[in-house]
């Protein structure tokens, strides 16, 4: 969705200017005789400027030729349905699931709660997918969906899954990204988008 996007390419952004403090000076170039190694770094500074803009412009490219980016990962092996469970988070702290410890303020989130059987259940989750933007779904097989979701500039993608359970009356949920340590938040913000749409899918009863 549009929130990954903005903080995944945000995040990109940091690290690239983070990695350019040790070349770029903070002040001035000093006319103390310590002009021309300032002026060097400047130089090199603006060649990796260059070369990353480049790369970033490559990156957009192969998006729109291709589909996918040097930043869209590889997909997981993980995935899928194996007991009744989703693919555990680890240490990961780009990872949301309804399937870990509820005492895991960093990776647990809530299931979504559904009154129905597995069938509608999937079916609701696919509706609510599709109606967000760079969604795409890549397997949609019985009690299990998943989709991917890419970022606007850059093509960070993110794997999402789904199963239910019928007994327990909800949907669980798994939200990772593919690339970096830290997702500033955006799972656990898609899944809240997606379980509003879920939600919003249930017609009153009288």
């Not at 603006?46 to 040097?70: E, N, Q, S």
């Not at 509706?127 to 979701?149: C, D, I, P, Q, W």
């Not at 019928?166 to 913000?189: I, P, Q, Y």
């Amino acid at each position: 969705g549009l929130l990954g996007a903005r903080d995944a390419d945000e995040e990109l952004g940091e690290l690239l200017r983070g990695n350019l403090h040790g070349v770029l000076p903070l002040g001035g170039c000093r006319a103390d005789g310590s002009i021309r190694p300032c002026m060097l770094r400047r130089a090199l500074a603006t060649v990796l400027l260059v070369v990353l803009g480049a790369g970033a412009g490559i990156a957009v490219h192969l998006a729109t030729a291709k589909g996918g980016t040097m930043f869209s990962g590889k997909r997981p092996d993980n995935l899928g349905v194996r007991e009744g469970r989703l693919a555990a988070c680890g240490r990961r702290l780009n990872c949301v699931s309804s399937q870990a410890e509820p005492g895991d303020a960093q990776r647990y989130v809530a299931p979504i709660a559904f009154l129905g059987n597995a069938v509608d259940a999937i079916a609701a989750a696919r509706k609510a997918v599709e109606g967000m933007r760079r969604s795409t779904v890549v397997r949609h097989e019985g009690n299990y969906l998943h989709a991917e979701f890419s970022s606007k500039l850059m093509g960070f993608v993110d794997d999402v899954e789904f199963t239910c359970d019928e007994g327990a009356g909800v949907l669980h949920v798994r939200s990772a990204s593919r690339l970096g340590r830290r997702d500033f938040g955006v799972n656990r913000k898609r899944v809240e988008a997606l379980r509003a749409r879920i939600e919003g899918q249930r017609k009153p009863t009288y």
